[in-house]
């Protein structure tokens, strides 16, 4: 016979609400906490790829969801050096606060001899954050890929794996380079921006990567392609790739002494 459980701590967070008492408000009222996708949720601007149909290749229709916002993780207080809970997706940092928040509700967060008996049953059912795909297929994949070699009576069969995207290399930083303040040159910055765009991380960290570099005290040379005097495709991500890159040169065009323009060989300079 199953044994009684006791609920001694609640805590939640959910679209809307950020406690049991603001969840059950919502209810009462019968409140409707979905809303669009921002930049937060998509890493880039909804707008790039939404269609006004459903069926539209690498599109989505609807950016209506029950997303979180106004929500930030605080990473103190637990035994992990914060800098590394600071670091970890949404899909550890959600639940890492509800844990906690349940435990204070509970009287027992600071009970530590208490909390050496506790153990942890995490239910998720792969709600979409930046990695959260790559963290839960695999084990959807393990436990179908026996299954599937059964019924195809195939024992080599395996299904795809993820194809591994390379990091972005990283733009220089002052512990990179030596003292001596030697000249640097960033080669290039329009293959960077292409990668930025690629792993669709914001555009508005890009624009602080490139003024942190622009801030360090070394002459610097900084190359960066003239995409947008040519035919540009009609893609929105081709065009959003070529307003990117212009902005970086404004940017650019702005703080730098000198900018030179190079046409068939020939420098020309500009400022």
């Not at 637990?78 to 997706?89: I, K, N, S, T």
Request: hydrophobic share 40%; proline share 8%; with cysteine.
């Amino acid at each position: 016979m199953p044994e009684p459980i006791a609920i001694i701590g609640l805590a939640c967070l959910f679209p809307g609400a950020t406690t049991p008492e603001s969840f059950w408000q919502n209810l009462l009222a019968g409140a409707d906490s979905r809303t669009e996708a921002t930049e937060r949720q998509m890493h880039t601007d909804p707008v790039w790829f939404k269609a006004d149909r459903k069926g539209v290749t690498d599109r989505y229709y609807c950016t209506q969801g029950g997303y979180i916002h106004d929500f930030t993780f605080d990473p103190e207080g637990f035994r992990v050096p914060a800098a590394r809970l600071a670091g970890l997706d949404d899909v550890f940092q959600w639940p890492l606060h509800v844990a906690r928040e349940a435990l204070r509700d509970a009287n027992l967060l600071d009970d530590l001899e208490r909390l050496a008996r506790c153990g942890v049953i995490l239910g998720n059912l792969s709600f979409p954050t930046k990695s959260s795909n790559h963290l839960a297929l695999p084990l959807y994949r393990e436990a179908l890929e026996p299954v599937l070699q059964d019924l195809l009576g195939r024992p080599d069969f395996r299904l795809p794996g993820f194809s591994e995207i390379p990091p972005i290399p990283p733009l220089p930083k002052g512990g990179d380079i030596q003292e001596s303040h030697s000249p640097v040159l960033v080669e290039c910055l329009t293959m960077w921006l292409n990668n930025w765009l690629h792993h669709q991380l914001p555009e508005a960290a890009a624009f602080s990567e490139i003024e942190r570099i622009l801030a360090m005290p070394n002459d610097m040379v900084l190359v960066l392609n003239e995409v947008g005097q040519g035919i540009l495709p009609e893609n929105q991500l081709a065009r959003r790739f070529a307003d990117l890159s212009g902005r970086a040169g404004q940017q650019l065009g702005e703080t730098c002494d000198e900018v030179w323009w190079c046409v068939a060989g020939q420098p020309v300079r500009i400022k």
